[in-house]
């Protein structure tokens, strides 16, 4: 069955005070693996201007954020309550006029730990890279509010090096002075906090590895239920897979190649490296290419082909170059792989799902279940112009569907008791079953693991 | 997320020698000022250790941590933090890799202020003047000065003349190699001051002559030739004159052979 979810509500609570909830609108909450920490935004509707003219809260202010979620009989409720935040900024644009200065005091936020860095300074001992980030986020200031768990710090694959934290914060000194050159697994690596406020320290290939915590499927109108009214493929898909429940899209977009830095994501196709290790004394040139995939491959599953033709890569002298110098080697190895992140989300798709689900984490993964119906008759009633589509014979499934990586989430309001959620969800290669997807033959397509079909 | 390439560059920074270097390990292990001041005290050993830039060179001098070492001549501690030398160090942003370049001077303010250890000209031209070893260009502005370390045990100077070409080191306790254009002096020893006699010895080679001033000339050697005559220095173990073949034999007492 899908989810019910029925009423969501939102609670805001500024400094511990619940807001009225009839006045807030336009939350979005957002959380990225690739932008640390999550943002909140939301307006105060101020009518009469009371709330600006009474200002209680300012920069700096303490936001918790809760959903509570009801099924139809109100039964009973469920509560999820996000990262702590604190505000960076007020927006006031007085649209109910000068003589109040009523208006949406529009409220950005930031997790706490943005305005609670610690800045001691240290000279660390040696040690491995990610057994240091944990203990940072160990010993992080108690009102930043960063959650640590042993289960979300994956082990680096460095040997061991002093750093010095100086003059800068904690989470400065994670993001840029460590995290370049932490590696973790053969990919780049990725630190931030969940919408939740855990610490999370992994990299695309460890994420990517995770077991869908969800199925999502679209919304379906074709007329072939079972007697749960659910598509026969579908139930069976769900019962081989053990899912209990299937989240229903409305609306998705695909993209191929990287929307945000088209540039960027070319240079990384086929780089050239130049490194110098110092302590031997010897220059080095390397062709890097993306070397991420799903997983392995073999004839019936194509795996580890990645959007771009074949011709690029055998007829290129390289699409970008890169030197690194200055640095140990073992340091050079890993800021030229961590560069490597544009091509992460070669293959990206926005999803757009009525409510919230506790399970859309961002860096969980969760599994895409599109059906491809070949031969598809669509009637149209001529009263109400509605199409009716009729599945005809032959399913099988889109090469959209599999495991995907929750890379950003947003979670809208809509109404007091209605939310939604857009994902994006991203993942480096084709995932083909040559015999029930529906693109069935990607051998024009440069394989990461130069398998020959 | 775009990538955004680190700084590669190395950067200079002004660092205290926390430690020196040691047999088999020549590199200094520094603390870089100011940034590494608040480091906490059970942290220090991790500080960074740089090896000189230049190969062949090894930069040895007071370092900030405390140890036994101590001046002969005062019984004063040579190390400690107000007695620690400063280099200059090259490195990258994270302080993990890099060089150290020199010993490094205090900066002073703009224009205004001395240098309080600006080198003793006047006295040091006074020195070299008094032993006829001065030349006219021995002037502040043609000299270049390329070490002077001074400590409570002692002390040196070593210097040239950019315009001439005169090179000149001189220790603290009076021994001396300057190499002039037209002459050569070497003294090891001082002659001391206010008609105080110290034992001191020196050579001054010129094209035409040398001068050996000394208590006591020992020459180890299988064969002395003293001048070109043909001749040769008749030894006696005895040290009175005396006569064979008719004639007198004096011998010269202050040589031994």
């Known amino acids: 069955m899908s989810i019910e979810l029925v009423q969501q509500y939102q609670y805001i609570y500024i ?18 693996i690739d932008s640390v920490l999550p943002t909140l935004q939301f307006a105060i509707n101020d009518t009469r201007g009371d709330i600006w003219s009474t200002l209680h809260f300012g920069i700096g202010s303490d936001v918790r954020i809760a959903l509570a979620t009801t099924t139809d009989n109100n039964e009973s409720m469920d509560a999820v309550v996000f990262a702590n935040f604190c505000i960076t900024r007020m927006y006031n644009g007085h649209e109910y006029g000068n003589s109040t200065l009523g208006g949406y005091i529009q409220v950005w936020c930031e997790q706490a730990w943005k305005f609670y860095e610690n800045y001691d300074d240290h000279a660390y001992e040696k040690q491995k890279l990610g057994k240091l980030i944990k203990e940072i986020c160990s010993h992080t200031i108690k009102r930043a509010h960063v959650k640590v768990e042993d289960d979300n710090f994956e082990e680096s694959m460095d040997s061991g090096s002093i750093r010095y934290k100086l003059s800068c914060g904690d989470l400065d000194f994670i993001t840029n002075t460590l995290l370049p050159v932490t590696l973790i697994g053969d990919s780049n690596s990725y630190f931030f906090l969940d919408q939740y406020g855990y610490a999370k320290l992994s990299s695309f290939e460890k994420l990517y590895k995770q077991k869908p915590k969800c199925l999502i499927t679209p919304q379906m109108d074709i007329v072939s239920d079972n007697a749960n009214g659910i598509p026969e493929q579908l139930a069976a898909y769900m019962k081989n897979k053990n899912y209990k429940y299937y989240i229903p899209f409305e609306g998705n977009i695909s993209n191929i190649g990287s929307r945000a830095n088209i540039d960027s994501m070319l240079n990384q196709i086929y780089e050239k490296l130049y490194l110098y290790d110092n302590q031997n004394q010897k220059s080095m040139i390397a062709w890097q290419a993306p070397a991420l995939k799903a997983g392995s491959s073999s004839a019936k599953l194509r795996q580890s082909n990645i959007p771009v033709m074949n011709s690029v890569l055998s007829t290129s002298d390289a699409t970008s170059a890169n030197f ?11 800021f030229s792989r961590n560069n490597d992140v544009s091509t992460n ?3 990206a798709t926005v999803i757009g799902i009525r409510g919230y689900d506790i399970n859309l ?3 969980n993964t969760l599994d895409l279940w599109i059906p491809y119906f ?13 199409d009716t589509r009729k599945q005809a014979d032959n399913v099988s499934i889109h090469w959209l569907s599999g495991k995907w990586l929750i890379s950003k989430v947003i979670i809208k309001h809509i109404s007091a008791t209605e939310v939604m959620t857009m994902i994006k969800i991203i993942r480096p290669t084709f995932v083909v079953n040559t015999k029930t997807t529906s693109l069935t033959d990607v051998r024009v397509f440069y394989d990461v693991e130069g398998t020959v079909i | 997320m775009d990538f955004i390439k680190p700084d590669m560059d190395l950067h200079f920074h002004r660092a205290r020698v926390y430690k020196r270097g040691k047999f088999g390990d020549d590199r200094l292990q520094v603390r870089i000022l100011p940034q590494m001041a608040d480091i906490p005290q059970d942290e220090l050993e991790n500080l960074p250790k740089f090896p000189c830039l230049f190969k062949n060179m090894v930069l040895n001098c007071r370092q900030e941590a405390t140890s036994s070492e101590k001046y002969s001549t005062t019984g004063n501690p040579v190390d400690g933090k107000d007695n620690a030398d400063y280099v200059c160090v090259l490195c990258n942003k994270d302080y993990t890799f890099g060089y150290v370049v020199c010993l490094e001077n205090a900066f002073y303010d703009y224009m205004t202020t001395p240098h309080k250890d600006s080198w003793g000209f006047s006295s040091i031209k006074d020195y070299i003047n008094n032993r006829g070893m001065g030349d006219s260009a021995l002037d502040y502005d043609n000299l270049v000065v390329q070490a002077m370390p001074s400590t409570e045990d002692g002390g040196m100077v070593e210097f040239y003349n950019w315009k001439n070409g005169n090179k000149y080191i001189i220790n603290r306790s009076g021994a001396c ?26 050579i001054e080679m010129s094209g035409s002559k040398i001068v050996i001033k000394t208590k006591l000339l020992d020459i180890n050697s299988e ?6 005559h043909g001749q040769y220095l008749l030894g006696t173990a005895v040290s ?13 007492k202050d040589i031994a052979v």
Do not use: C, W
């Not at chain 1, 400094?15 to 990225?32: F, T, V």
């Not at chain 1, 690194?324 to 890993?334: K, M, R, V």
């Not at chain 2, 064969?223 to 070109?228: E, V």
């Open chain 1, 15 to 32: 400094n511990g005070e619940l807001i009225n909830p009839a006045l807030i609108s336009k939350i979005e909450l957002s959380a990225g």
């Open chain 1, 324 to 334: 690194f110098e200055n640095y140990i080697i073992e340091d050079q190895i890993a």
């Open chain 1, 345 to 347: 989300d070669i293959f």
């Open chain 1, 361 to 363: 984490a961002v860096g």
């Open chain 1, 374 to 386: 070949k031969n598809v008759e669509v009637e149209t009633n001529p009263d109400t112009e509605e």
């Open chain 2, 177 to 202: 190699i300057m190499v002039l254009q037209d002459k050569v002096y070497i003294r090891a020893g001082s002659p001391g001051k206010n008609g105080k006699k110290n034992p001191f010895s020196a």
């Open chain 2, 223 to 228: 064969k002395i030739i003293l001048g070109h």
């Open chain 2, 240 to 252: 009175s004159p005396f006569a064979a073949e008719g004639r007198n034999f004096y011998p010269v």
